[in-house]
């Protein structure tokens, strides 16, 4: 059995790292990554490439010391979203992509975009400048249950963007469901993110024998076969699948709540989780092209120079059940069984 395997240090295309009090709570468990897609949907959301800049020294503060992690930005698209000021951004090395949120779709999701008409010239912009749209893929019709929201997406408005599109290269985020797996793996320019927890739950996880406010996160989990895609297409070899852990935290207040919010904080331990998964799966070997190689290509990034270590040992990984937060707490993931993967910097 392997029991120490040396991979590139892993990116994650998907981290929200939220700001102020927040910020300063969480950054430091994601400190250790090469880079990271910082997700825009601060309250304000980050719409221009001045508001991105200074966002990321806000992160470069809140770092310690001997971060290694590099903030990728990224803007919230709006219907007042300026196709210059997106390019310009992009020119100027500000930004790395630009995020989709369908209005209403999921937290601070207010400001997204409800008539995707009127911000085609911001598409048509970034398909001539090849700049990466991440889309959070669920629409927002009350009338579609919130268990087929994203493969209804896919058809309603992912599709006949891109049909109408040609060029522009999108970002699937966070897959929950085979549709949206067979959806990636049937297209070009198009790549799919994969968190840790979808790997590892599904709904009954979050509604059976009890209600669990902290396996809630928006896409929702899905049906067990759902999972079972999802675990395939991580583990494939594809190289259209990369990690993004949609690392979300909320105050447990905001969690343990009569309307709890959506978001998972997977920031400690999404790494053990993933080489559980590649493990069980006898995939070991494809780990690191999962979590640190295709989604550097996909952005066009060379890979990390420097690596880590993963060792198996006999004794499962810690971590605290929650981390302090201002005058709350996060609850961190708890994947419900032992992780014994840990990680460390290589030798
Ligand atoms: C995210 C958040 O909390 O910002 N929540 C979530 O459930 N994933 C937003 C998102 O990515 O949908
Ligand atoms: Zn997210």
């Known amino acids: 059995m392997t029991r120490n395997l040396t991979i590139g240090r892993p990116d994650d295309f ?40 200074a966002y990321r020294d806000r992160i470069a503060a809140a770092l310690p010391a001997d971060a290694t992690l590099r903030p990728l930005m990224t803007l919230y698209l709006t219907e007042a979203t300026d196709p210059a000021d997106v390019v ?29 008409d009127r911000v085609r010239p911001v598409f048509e912009a970034m398909a001539q400048a090849r700049i990466p749209l991440c889309v959070h893929g669920e629409v927002t019709d009350p009338a579609v249950d919130i ?6 997406f896919i058809d309603r408005v992912l599709d006949p ?17 085979q549709d949206g797996v067979d959806y990636v793996r049937a ?22 024998g009890g209600i669990r406010p902290h396996y809630y996160c928006l896409p929702v989990a899905k049906r ?42 997977t920031a400690p331990n999404w790494l053990p989780i993933c080489a559980h998964v590649f493990e069980q799966a006898g995939r070991l070997d494809r780990l690191e092209a999962f979590v640190s190689l295709n989604g550097a290509a996909f952005y066009g990034l060379a890979p990390n120079a420097d690596r880590i270590r993963l060792s198996r040992r006999d004794e499962p990984a810690t971590w605290p059940a929650r981390i302090p937060a201002g005058e709350d707490s996060v609850t961190v993931f708890d994947p419900g069984f032992p992780l014994y993967w840990h990680v460390e910097e290589a030798a």
């Open 147 to 152: 268990f087929d929201r994203e493969a209804v």
């Open 14 to 53: 998907h981290l929200h790292l939220r700001d102020q009090q927040m910020l300063a709570a969480v950054a430091p468990w994601s400190a250790r990554l090469g880079r990271a897609i910082i997700m825009p949907n601060l309250v304000p959301p980050v719409v221009t490439g001045a508001q991105a800049a």
């Open 161 to 177: 963007v891109r049909r109408a599109t040609p060029g522009l290269r999108v970002v699937m985020e966070h897959i929950t469901t």
């Open 187 to 208: 297209g070009g320019d198009i790549g799919g993110t994969l968190t840790a927890h979808h790997l590892v739950i599904n709904r009954n996880h979050i509604l059976a």
């Open 224 to 265: 067990e076969r759902h999972r079972l895609a999802l675990v395939e297409a991580a583990t494939s070899g594809d190289a259209r699948f990369f990690a993004g852990t949609d690392s979300a935290p909320h105050p447990d207040h905001a969690k343990e709540s009569a309307c709890g919010c959506a978001g998972c904080f």
């Open 88 to 116: 310009a951004a992009h020119a100027a090395g500000i930004i790395a992509a630009v995020k989709l949120y369908p209005a209403g779709a999921t937290t601070n999701s207010d400001s997204g975009v409800r008539d995707f």
